[in-house]
């Protein structure tokens, strides 16, 4: 059951402020409307997890921890490894999050990353099999959401992206019918580094990287995902504002400039 | 790279159940079909048979979700168990939770909800059988449904998913196509306002393919919304034109 | 009509189940266009009851407490009515008991008293012809079709009632207390008004209901 939630109450003046600095084109926070905050990153910090980032957009944080395990695939893809994302929003990052299971924003972000990830082949599944059918590598994705500040999809697809670029997995090899680790490393081979941009929507008015207050005020949203290469891979409108399809078409293109100069900001390279 | 088991688009570019690829399946509407439901409708697109109900503006229970300035929508889409080929457990899944968010976003800028402070109007989704597309077929459905329980509308909303399948755009995708083809991106669309109120899309398109592929479900949706209005006015037609009268 | 469909330009008035929408009138409801001067409104097919102040209303107890009845006025909220409108001002929790008065499931015809967006209905039980039914049988009548059933000036009401020899009480709510203890005549008076809400809109209505209650013509 979706129930329709409270709206955190934003004062009417500061709402007032936003859509009249938007009518100039312009932000709260000085920048302009398509601009994002300071993106830093930070990868390999947890020793224990086999690949990890800490990815902050302005005040957002959030800590992606890969681990990898093995298990049986899936039924119906009996031949490819098994890549499972879970997203957390710890209580700690906001008032507004409560501890508990999962809930519609936290499933809905991590389907979302799952998404990005998967369907940019990304990770070739297929190369994660040690016995077609029954024995596979499960790659656990935990996307740790650990101060909400806006914009939690694109922060959570790239610390996602990067944790799994440095994630290490332990190579087995069958002996008969048991895996054994011989103590080779390998590193995880990333074909695709997928990036998610977002922007938040007031009317015929849209800004890229919505901070916390502007995502309070915001009607909607909609995030799109792009490879490396320029094709889009998952995209998703939330919230409830409406869109014409020639905003739709404007923001991908737009979505797409920035998300090069974001995979350029984090290291990615050719 | 797998091999494709079936081949979804054959040499004279038709698809596996014979469509074209910008031609919707057929659908069936039926208004009012459970009699203790404020709305209701079966809605049948192809092999997709979903039942929406509406319920409401009613109370809130709990009280505390209330909301002082306008009505509460509560939206559950869910699949039977019988609805696919394995078995389904009726828990609800994380996707059941991600879509009925997604159609109760879908539907909340169409609901008049400042017209009834502090109530709810709840929607059930019910997919009896699925088919590919039933989160689309789900919200026009839903439409129907709160047209039918009298709940004001400010307009009318039709789903429905393009895609591509064997390299091809293609409209209205079925199971088949949704598991094996390279996208799927379902859209719903408000006619009378030009404007797209859900937009999913995964897979892998060009940022062009993705433009075509979304004006395709416009396009679709316009055709879907002329059979909602068609079901609903047909509910409603005054005997031999004679209208709004009071005898004297 | 249609919910979006357009109905008029701007500069008309918005009448009742019509919004402005991008600088045109549309419907918000399935239902039938009527044209005032310079004025469009939707005849709904389905309505729900909103309460009007003043309004005559027939409801059902559906719980108490110490001090009030809560009232199931066929409406997304519930009516209240206090128990000093009963009891007086003199009401004393101790020793006046609601529930004695009037229990669950009691049938009430009430007047609405006040109503906001902020507080449900308020209702009162004083006043001519208000209080508990003791008898009667109750029909659900589509709220936007009370309007034909009652007719200009009360014409049909009293048509039915003459008709039918029997007190018909209407409540704007679209509950109906019929009192005929006669069951032949009750199901004709049921199928008439069932034939109301159906063609509301058509002339000659009158008629073909004072006919059917009769025992003469059927549809």
């Known amino acids: 059951m979706s129930v329709t939630r409270e709206r955190p109450v934003i004062s009417k003046i500061l709402s007032k402020e936003l859509m009249d600095l938007l009518k100039q084109d312009k932000r709260v926070d000085g920048r302009s409307l398509h601009e994002y905050r300071k993106i830093e990153c930070e990868t390999g910090i947890l020793e224990k997890a086999e690949g990890s980032a800490l990815v902050s957009i302005g005040d957002t944080k959030v800590l992606v921890g890969t681990k990898i395990e093995l298990g049986t695939p899936f039924p119906d893809t009996p031949d490819q490894g098994v890549l499972t994302v879970n997203a957390e929003l710890l209580p700690l990052a906001s008032p507004s999050f409560e501890p508990g299971p999962p809930d519609e924003r936290s499933i809905s972000l991590a389907r979302y990353v799952d998404r990005s990830i998967r369907e940019s082949k990304a990770i070739d599944l297929e190369s994660l099999v040690l016995q077609g059918g029954k024995l596979v590598y499960v790659i ?83 995030s799109f995902t792009y490879t490396i290469d320029g094709k889009v891979c998952a995209v998703m409108k939330n919230g409830q504002g409406h869109l014409s399809h020639s905003q739709v078409f404007e923001m991908l293109e737009i979505g797409w400039e920035k998300a090069k100069e974001i995979a350029r900001i984090v290291g990615w390279r050719e | 790279m797998t091999e494709r088991k079936t081949k979804l688009i054959d040499e004279r570019g038709l698809r596996l159940d014979g469509r074209r690829p910008d031609e919707l399946r057929p659908i069936r509407i039926e208004l009012g079909y459970l ?214 | 009509m249609v919910p979006g469909e357009i109905m008029a330009p701007g500069n008309y008035r918005a009448g009742e189940n019509t919004v402005k929408v991008d600088g045109s009138i549309v419907s918000t409801r399935v239902g039938i266009l009527r044209r005032g001067p310079g004025v469009v409104s939707v005849i709904p097919l389905k309505g729900f009851y909103i309460p009007r102040i003043g309004d005559l209303v027939v409801g059902v107890v559906c719980d108490v407490s110490y001090n009030m009845w809560k009232v199931d006025i066929n409406c997304p909220y519930f009516g209240v009515l206090p128990a000093t409108d009963v009891f007086g001002r003199r009401f004393d929790p101790t020793r006046d008991d609601p529930l004695r008065e009037f229990g669950i499931g009691t049938v009430l015809r009430a007047k609405i008293v006040a109503f906001d967006r902020s507080q449900d209905p308020l209702l009162t039980v004083r006043g001519p012809e208000l209080g508990k039914v003791e008898f009667g049988f109750l029909v659900n009548v589509n709220p936007s079709k009370i309007a034909r059933l009652i007719g200009r000036g009360g014409s049909m009401l009293s048509k039915i009632q003459q008709a039918s020899s029997s007190r018909v009480t209407v409540g704007q709510n679209g509950m109906v207390i019929l009192t005929t203890t006669d069951p032949a005549k009750r199901d004709r008076l049921i199928r008439a008004i069932k034939l109301i809400e159906e063609e509301a809109h058509t002339y000659g209505l009158t008629e073909k209901v004072v006919d059917l209650i009769a025992g003469g013509g059927e549809k």
Not at chain 1, 164 to 174: F, G, H, P, S
């Open chain 2, 35 to 248: 009699k203790h439901a404020d709305g209701s409708v079966l809605y049948e697109q192809g092999k997709c048979k979903i039942l929406a109900a509406v319920f409401g503006p009613s109370e809130v229970h709990p009280k505390h979700i209330e909301l002082p300035d306008r009505a509460i929508l509560r939206v559950r889409y869910h699949m039977a168990p019988f609805s696919v080929e394995e078995r389904k457990s009726p828990a609800p899944s994380r996707r059941e939770i991600e879509l009925s968010m997604v159609i109760r976003n879908a539907l909340e800028p169409i609901v008049m909800t400042e017209l009834f402070p502090r109530t709810v109007v709840a929607i059930f989704i019910e997919v009896l059988q699925a088919d590919g597309g039933t989160r689309v077929a789900g919200l026009s459905a839903a439409t129907l449904a709160l047209a039918d329980a009298g709940i004001p509308l400010r307009g009318l909303v039709a789903g429905c998913a393009a895609g591509k399948a064997g390299g091809t755009l293609i409209l209205d995708l079925n199971d088949t196509e949704d598991k094996e083809g390279e996208a799927d991106l379902p859209v719903a669309y408000i006619p009378t306002m030009n404007k797209i109120s859900l937009l999913q899309m995964d897979g892998m398109m060009t940022r062009e393919e993705f433009k075509q592929a979304v004006s395709m479900a416009i396009n679709g949706n316009m055709k879907i919304y002329a059979l909602q209005v068609a079901s609903l006015k047909s509910k409603y037609t005054p005997p031999e034109g004679q209208e709004g009268g009071e005898d004297q």
């Open chain 1, 140 to 222: 656990y994705i935990d996307v740790y959401v650990l101060d909400y500040s806006g914009n939690l999809t694109d922060t959570s697809v790239l610390a996602a992206t990067k944790a799994l670029e440095n994630t290490k997995l332990r190579k087995y090899e069958l002996e008969g019918d048991l895996p054994v680790f011989k103590g080779e490393v390998v590193p995880l081979v990333l074909k695709e580094f997928p990036v998610s941009t977002t922007f938040g929507t007031f009317g015929d008015k849209y800004i890229i990287d919505p901070n916390l207050e502007e995502e309070h005020a915001s009607e909607g949203f909609i």
